[in-house]
């Protein structure tokens, strides 16, 4: 199994990324998927969450209208665009997929936001 993201970095505020999330090893369609956040010292936050047909999002409210996951079951991958990022938006960026009680985590992607 692997779940790995990419396109972390450093963007200045109110400005714009674009995460991936490649996922192999498993049926992909079935699982739930979701991105957190990690800042240091804190726990695990949800950021946004796609359910396994791609209709039904969930978003935290600190990122509703700034957000938005989406997926396409026939690559595997799970995407988070973020648009008008803030300073509190830096944080390692986590993806987890999740099927009843399996879970699988990427390695994480780190956003910084600053000028």
């Known amino acids: 199994v692997r779940v790995v993201e990419s396109g972390g970095g450093l963007v200045q505020p109110g400005g714009s990324l674009r995460l991936s999330c490649a996922a192999s090893?498993?049926?992909?369609?079935?699982?739930?998927m979701s991105w957190y956040r990690q800042v240091s010292g804190k726990g695990r936050e949800l950021v946004a969450e796609?359910?396994?047909?791609?209709?039904?999002?969930t978003y935290a409210d600190s990122v509703k209208g700034r957000f938005s996951i989406f997926r396409d079951n026939a690559k595997n991958t799970v995407w988070l665009q973020m648009n008008s990022l803030k300073s509190e938006d830096t944080a390692v960026y986590y993806c987890?997929?999740?099927?009843?009680?399996?879970?699988?985590w990427g390695q994480g992607t780190q956003v910084t936001v600053s000028s």
């Open positions: 987890r997929a999740n099927y009843l009680s399996r879970n699988y």
């Open positions: 796609i359910a396994s047909a791609g209709v039904s999002t």
């Open positions: 090893g498993f049926t992909f369609s079935m699982y739930v």
